[in-house]
């Protein structure tokens, strides 16, 4: 992943979140040139998927890919989870269980 370039004002706020709130705080940062890296130690892999999950999420970001999400659940008003793409991926999977399930 590519870091995230940041300013002073920045890291007091990482620095802070990492002090009150660290997951929060886990991420890829570029300051004057030197990478920090925040991650928790000795994570397991699916706590890891999980904080990426949860990161793109409160990012609005497409929790499988990662791209920006523009559209809105007309329903919630919230940012959807995936991006189109995906979304359709996971809708065609839905159909697609729901008629085998028909078909029984
Ligand atoms: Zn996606």
Known sequence: MEPQKVGPGQIDKIADDLKKDPEKSIGNYLFKGFRIQISKYKASGAERVQQLYKRRRAQ???????????????????????????????????????????GK
């Open 60 to 102: 609005g970001l497409c929790i499988v890919c990662g791209t920006k999400v523009t559209r809105k659940n007309p329903l919630t008003g919230k940012l959807y989870r995936l991006c189109d793409e995906h979304r359709a991926q996971i809708d065609q999977k839905n159909k697609e269980k729901a008629k085998a399930k028909k």
